[in-house]
Nanobody, 118 residues
């Protein structure tokens, strides 16, 4: 079955950096656009960034543009999110997701916690 496993979360001070990874299995990774989402405590899940199947096109929420970079390595079936200049408001559980042909985000990981202290 499809598995998306996030890693790389943790506690970091404001201004610091973290790199999240999402290891994919059970699907043809290079056939899927991929995305990162997050859910802050008490908030709705929100879109963070997305990348097309080849990595040639990337998209970002305004709140992270210029600070976060999404990338992928299709040979390793892995998605990444480099997060720089982190702010306390970036504190959330971060999820990776695979985009489906029906235009839905059909597969989700279990999430990794990111806490940014001020």
């Amino acid at each position: 079955q499809v598995q998306l496993v996030e890693s790389g979360g943790g506690l970091v001070q404001a201004g610091g950096s973290l790199r999240l990874s999402c290891a994919a299995s059970g699907l043809t990774f290079s056939h899927h656009a991929m995305g990162w989402f997050r859910r802050a405590p008490g908030e709705e899940r929100e879109y963070v960034a997305a990348i097309n199947w080849s990595g040639g096109s990337t998209y970002y929420a305004d709140s992270v543009k210029g600070r976060f970079t999404i990338s992928r390595d299709n040979a390793k079936n892995t998605l990444y999110l480099q997060m720089n200049s982190l702010k306390p408001e970036d504190t959330a559980v971060y999820y990776c997701a695979a985009h489906q042909a029906d235009d839905s985000w059909g597969y989700w990981g279990q999430g990794t916690h990111v806490t940014v202290s001020s």
